[in-house]
């Protein structure tokens, strides 16, 4: 399965010469297809071993005051709602415009993952621009040329974490690859969200865990719509609803209207289909049959949701058919740090969706996890922070060689992201590594949503 890079911008910086060196001849024109529109162009980008889908806001003309004109802005949402990573654009030899910072902050709320790069960086009037764009706080800049074909390497060493996580993620779901590039596929193609920012969860678990009891209960009276939307294609239907004054959008699985023709099929759809619902979602509620928790199923779209970067929230359910329940509780609490270590921090909620008991504390956990997988840290707070973990708890000394972990930043949030610059990356061990990343959950309150950490060397 490959990933969806949007090359997004304001008009000039180069995006039209870039996506033109990606794709070259490969241009898919999508005018046909529903959802897309003449505006964004779509092909099969190429760069190294990496093959990716590349989108591309062509024909935008430039703004003229400090507001965005509204075409930029819709179709850069629409370029960025279907993509799984931004580049975002522009000129080294210009310098960050307004225009750039209204884009920046768009993409900062909006994408789920941004890699920023300076183009026209050939030569040395690219330099000035170039070190403008820190300020952007997207992190570390790429120096690129697209005319020129420099910096590709960087490119393509941003992108390949990003290859990664989409490997990882076909790699643990033992159906047809073919088949999952085709739900996803057809998925992407129109899936255009709409701007109310509601906030999107999807509910997954084994057949007859009780999502579709959950879900119903959620909507109640309250079913302001249901069916395809526009955008959507026949296989999702998302359902919006004002769940206790709180917008969320919801995104059904076959699962869910279920009772499949092909019953033998149902175990391998509600994967692919979990897994298609965890892309769309931004915080995946992990349903689990409080007499049979914890079933391999369970643990693979759990572990699926934490490896695509999704907020995680644990609702354990049909708990009125427990009797024993501080003991059951006691039970559970051990199982989930056995078998799902990878959420550690995620909050695990007991609930009955036929009586509707533990609702609300479900909507408090979802509207908290959500929070918490968009926070932004301030790097001068995060090195306070970990000035103070080294001090109580160096790094380890491989081979009496020290590591110095010199500055720490935020790199990105959904989920957040964060970039420790030291001495030697490769010496640091995981378990160190680890030690951070729970720290930084307990002392920044972040529970529910996966936390990225990654080592560079640098000053
Ligand atoms: P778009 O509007 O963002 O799609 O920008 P285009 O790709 O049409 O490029 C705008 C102008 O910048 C064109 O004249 C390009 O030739 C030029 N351009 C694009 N990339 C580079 C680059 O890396 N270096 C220089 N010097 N010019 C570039
Ligand atoms: P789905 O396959 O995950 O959508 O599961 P359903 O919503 O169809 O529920 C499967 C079965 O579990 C149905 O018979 C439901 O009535 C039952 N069920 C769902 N939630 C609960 C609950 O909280 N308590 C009890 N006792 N039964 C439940």
Redesign the pocket.
Known sequence: MSFTLAIV?R????????FNRLVGKRLALVDDQPGVTRDLREGSGRLGPLRFTVIDT?G?EEATDESLPGRMRALTERAVDMADVCLF?IDARVGVTPTDRILGELLRKRAPQVILAA??A?GRKGEQGFYDAYELGLGEPLAI????GIGMDDLLRALEPVAERFEDATAIVDVDLDEIDDSVNEEGEGAILPPGRPIQIAVVGRPNAGKSTLVNAILGEDRLLTGPEAGITRDAIAVSVDWDGVPFRIFDTAGMRKKAKVQEKLEKLSVSDGLRAVRFAEVVVVLLDVQIPFESQDLRIADLAEREGRAVVVAVNKWDLEEEKSHKLNELREAFGRLLPQLRGAPMVMVSALTGKGLDRLRAAIVKAHSVWNARISTARLNRWLAGQIADHPPPAPGGRRIRLRYMTQVKTRPPTFVVFCSHPEGVPDDYKRFLVNGLRRDFDMPGTPIRLYLRAGE
């Open positions: 911008g008009p000039n910086v180069g995006k039209s010469t870039l062509a935008l654009l183009n026209k050939e040329s697209a005319e020129h």
